[in-house]
Antibody, heavy 118, light 107 residues
């Protein structure tokens, strides 16, 4: 069971970006996929989640309108997308799976580092 | 939104020490509380789910307790490899919320 994320990115402000998270070894559509941000020297922040079965999403208010979650369940892949990056988006981004209820996020991607600099 | 207050923000302890980290929720969250360990350059790791259930493969020196608003993560005998940041996480309602984190150093 694993989640494998796409590689590190270096982008300029205003550019677009899509980060991927591919699941394997389990039924991809049975688990929520959350996205978590970790900025240098800061704590973990939950950005939101998507349910691959029907693409239902919940966004944290802090990220609503700035990022978009999507999924291609034919290839067991979830995506995190920006249409216009800012320098403040520089961070490592993780995807993680979770059932609902009392369960935790038990499988995480390895993280994707995004650097936004002019 | 429910607020999570985690303390302390950092601590330094010796190998073999008992270490306790606490999280307090601004309202009752039943047992919807998880704990994670995060080391630099690595993905976070689930330690405890549902406040007190040990995730498979996690050493038994880690334990969790609490119900309602007050929760505790305990490391019964600190080991060198436990140097990391630890986070509580509430999953009672949306939004999912992480505590501010506790950085644990080995003296």
């Amino acid at each position: 069971v694993q989640l494998v994320q796409s590689g590190a990115e270096v982008k300029k402000p205003g550019e677009s970006l899509r980060v991927s998270c591919k699941g394997s070894g389990y039924i991809f559509t049975n688990y929520w996929i959350s996205w978590i941000r970790h900025m240098p020297g800061k704590g973990l922040e939950w950005m939101g989640r998507i349910y691959p079965s029907d693409s239902y999403t919940n966004y944290s208010r802090s990220f609503q309108g700035h990022v978009t979650f999507s999924v291609d369940k034919s290839i067991n892949t979830a995506y995190l997308q920006w249409s216009s990056l800012k320098a403040s988006d520089t961070a490592t981004y993780y995807c993680a799976r979770r059932l609902s209820g009392l369960n935790g996020m038990d499988v995480w991607g390895q993280g994707t580092t995004v650097i936004v600099s002019s | 939104d429910i607020q999570m207050t985690q303390s302390p923000s950092s601590l330094s302890a010796s190998v073999g020490d008992r270490v306790t980290i606490t999280c307090r929720a601004s309202q009752s969250i039943n047992r919807f509380l998880n704990w994670y360990q995060h080391k630099p350059g690595k993905a976070p790791k689930l330690l405890i789910y549902a406040a007190s259930s040990l995730q498979s493969g996690v050493p038994s020196r880690f334990s969790g307790s609490g119900f309602g608003t007050d929760f505790t993560l305990t490391i019964s005998s600190l080991q060198p490899e436990d140097s990391a940041s630890y986070y509580c996480q509430l999953v009672y309602t949306m939004p999912v919320t992480f505590g501010g984190g506790t950085k644990v150093d080995i003296k």
